[in-house]
């Protein structure tokens, strides 16, 4: 597979400065890696919301809704276990 470019940017030097400030990393490799955690993010949030598309269009399939009370109270328990579970 051949590799492809990035079309360079201008910045403000302070900018720049910023993303140089780490020793052992290229900016090019600085880029590189912000450019995957862009992309990676991107794709997350298009599951998130295709996860919540399809879980209203079930609901308005199946005609069961859960309270929203019960969805938090279910929510805070899943995340008192794994601050529990980092303790």
């Given at each position: 597979m051949k590799t492809a470019t990035i079309p360079s940017l201008r910045?403000?030097?302070a900018l720049r400065?910023?993303?140089e400030?780490?020793?052992g990393?290229?900016?090019s490799g600085f880029v590189e890696s912000a450019v995957r955690?862009?992309?990676q993010q991107r794709q997350e949030q298009a599951a998130f919301i295709a996860r919540g598309?399809?879980?209203r269009d079930q609901a308005k399939a199946t005609g069961v809704y859960f309270p929203s009370?019960?969805?938090?109270?279910k929510l805070e328990a899943r995340l008192a276990k794994a601050k529990k579970a980092l303790a």
């Open positions: 910045v403000e030097p400065n910023a993303a400030e780490r020793d990393e290229s900016l955690a862009q992309i598309l399809a879980s009370g019960a969805v938090l109270k």
